[in-house]
């Protein structure tokens, strides 16, 4: 336990004129390379002290605790979980899944009935075009004979 403000000091690496700011300077700089995720070792206790000699410094020069970083490994407050909180952890957990679940299947339904619903427009369309086609030919064959000009004279000369 840091108990003076030098020893918070030299925890920190810093000598006895040190301001706030070379402080948090400092403090962030440590705290990204000692913090135990990022040096993957179970071992927090550097990483405490680090944070445990900031709070103090922070405590010693503003008269107010420091709220936004956490001492890891120390006993907290709160309770371990019990079993009836992972029960009804895992109970919302597989709610949860249960209604991912169903929003997947009313997602997949709405897709399939619009790749439907395109496929049948896609069928129609081709009919059409096939109907097109199919009376442009027979005009062909029409006028190839002779019989559409014949009609269309007959019409004229009226």
């Known amino acids: ?14 000598g006895p004129d040190a301001g706030e700011q070379q402080i948090k300077a400092v403090y962030k700089d440590l705290v990204k390379k000692c913090h ?20 103090f410094l922070i405590n010693d ?6 709220t936004h970083s956490r001492v ?18 895992q109970k919302k957990a597989a709610k949860q899944k249960e209604r991912r679940a169903q929003e997947f299947e009313e997602k997949q339904r ?4 619009m790749y439907e619903k395109q496929e049948a427009d896609y069928k129609r369309a081709m009919e059409a075009i096939d109907a097109i ?8 064959m029409v ?16």
């Open 110 to 113: 709405e897709f399939s009935a």
């Open 133 to 140: 086609r199919v009376a442009r030919a027979i005009e062909s």
């Open 61 to 66: 020069s503003k008269g107010r605790v420091l």
């Open 1 to 14: 336990m840091i108990k003076t403000r030098a020893e918070a000091l030299r925890a920190l690496g810093l």
């Open 36 to 55: 135990p995720d990022v040096t993957g070792r179970d071992d927090a206790s550097l990483y405490n002290r680090i944070t445990e000699a900031y709070q």
């Open 143 to 158: 006028w190839a004979n002779g019989l559409g000009k014949e009609s269309n004279n007959d019409t004229n000369e009226e």
């Open 72 to 89: 890891v490994g120390k006993s907290s407050t709160k309770k371990p979980a019990s079993k009836a909180d992972y029960a009804a952890f």
